[in-house]
């Protein structure tokens, strides 16, 4: 039986015309390919499960990332980043190394770091209308014309406190660097277990950005002063709107996500690219 491996390849005219001559280099080699196509809504074609695959190369950016970390769920497949255009965190391999990276993952000279995900359930009264697994983040937000959303917020079954403002994220440390940084929240190195809780635009400025250990359960709900038109996201692929009376749980996931690295590739390199810090004076 042949050896299968996946593709998932951003709607776009170059990753996809790499994507075609990937494949047919792939498949020159006796592998079986898997191909899925991303959207900014995760993927949204494929030709068939991807149970089976041994790892999937992702040929795109972050989001196309986000996309195939949706696709393979909990299977525990590895994945490469294969990234067009800015530096990203999670694709890290340039373009013009892909076939030259790909030989030596094809013959197991790789090594993949583990990275910690959130487990989301949301539910209706006895329903559960959703249950997802992220990777980087969990986001309560209002749309434009709402006015304030009121988050009300427990660990471990205990009240915390409501968050006023725009709304919140709870983020894994994979997630610290995505939209919790840009809303104030601290980067921690992804190899730390621990969950975020950043506030977004908080009415309250006490209401500051808090770390929790691993094994937190968080429970959040809309305060019954909360203004309509709330809405959950998932690592940025799906959106649900947000009830008074809905229960949102975050906690660990079970299994995390497998991410093949580069031989000498630093996470403080890409931060430091990423972010364009600089030691000398501006």
């Not at 299968?4 to 015309?17: I, S, Y």
């Not at 490469?80 to 990276?101: S, T």
């Not at 329903?127 to 660990?155: F, G, H, P, Q, Y």
């Not at 799906?238 to 580069?262: F, K």
Request: charged share 20%; aromatic share 6%.
């Amino acid at each position: 039986m042949a050896r299968t491996v996946g593709l998932m390849v951003k709607d776009d005219e170059q990753a996809q015309r790499t994507a075609d001559a990937f494949s047919v280099w792939l498949v020159n080699r006796g592998l079986e390919v898997v191909r899925a196509l991303a959207s900014g809504y995760g993927p949204v074609a494929c030709c068939k499960a991807v149970k089976g695959v041994e790892v999937v190369f992702v040929l795109g950016g972050d989001g196309t990332f986000l996309s195939a970390a949706r696709w393979v769920g909990n299977l525990g497949v590895p994945l490469l980043g294969v990234k067009f255009g800015e530096v990203g965190f999670l694709a890290e391999v340039p373009e013009d190394r892909l076939y030259e990276i790909a030989d030596a993952v094809l013959q197991g000279f790789y090594t993949a770091e583990e990275r910690m995900c959130l487990k989301v359930s949301l539910h209706r009264g006895d329903e559960i209308l959703l249950e997802e697994r992220v990777l980087n983040d969990v986001v309560i937000a209002k749309s434009a014309m709402a006015r304030l959303a009121r988050v009300r917020t427990e660990i471990d079954g205990r009240y915390l406190t409501t968050y006023t403002g725009d709304g919140l994220i709870v983020a894994t440390p994979t997630g610290s660097t995505a939209y919790s940084m840009a809303a104030g929240g601290p980067v921690v190195h992804p190899f730390l277990e621990a969950i975020l809780l950043t506030p977004i635009c908080p009415f309250t400025l006490t209401n500051r950005p808090l770390i929790l250990p691993e094994a937190a359960r968080i429970t959040i709900r809309l305060d019954s002063r909360s203004s309509e038109n709330i809405m959950l996201t998932c690592d940025g692929q799906s959106g649900h709107d947000l009830q008074h009376g809905d229960s949102l749980c975050v906690e660990r996931a079970n299994t995390p996500l497998r991410l093949i690295t580069l031989p000498g590739q630093r996470y403080f390199d890409v931060l430091k690219a990423k972010l364009r810090w600089s030691g000398e004076r501006i």
